[in-house]
């Protein structure tokens, strides 16, 4: 078993930057990959970004593309989810998720093992 537990969420003016943690623990050493996915009231839950394990990849949504950055540290069993240039649109309740999945459906929710309880980002216009 593995138990994300993620931090970092809170209320932000738009333009303005966030950065989420998600630290893993129990049996970290069967996660090939994490994701971060969000979820919106109403609205499905939607990928946002993920990256292997090794860190030798990295995945993101369209429309967070150039403004999030995911990264991680091995070290501490942790991956950030830097937020930045924020927008309305981008309120949401965030998930980290980890699994032993490593192939090239990242952006599917299904493939993922692990979920935390999720950290709820609000960007205010």
């Known amino acids: 078993q593995v138990q994300p537990v993620e931090s970092g969420g809170g209320l932000v003016q738009a333009g303005g930057s966030l950065r989420l943690s998600c630290a893993a623990s129990g049996h970290t050493f069967s996660i090939n990959r994490m994701a971060w996915f969000r979820q919106a009231p109403g609205k499905e839950r939607d990928f946002v970004a993920a990256?292997?394990?090794?860190?030798?990849?990295?995945y993101y949504a369209n429309s967070v593309k150039g403004r999030f950055t995911i990264s991680r540290d091995n070290a501490k069993n942790t991956v950030y989810l830097q937020m930045n240039s924020l927008k309305p649109e981008d309120t949401a309740l965030y998930y980290c998720a980890a699994g032993q999945y490593s192939g090239s459906f990242y952006y599917m929710s299904t493939l993922y093992d692990y979920w935390g309880q999720g950290t709820q980002v609000t960007v205010a216009s």
């Open positions: 990256i292997d394990w090794s860190g030798a990849n990295t």
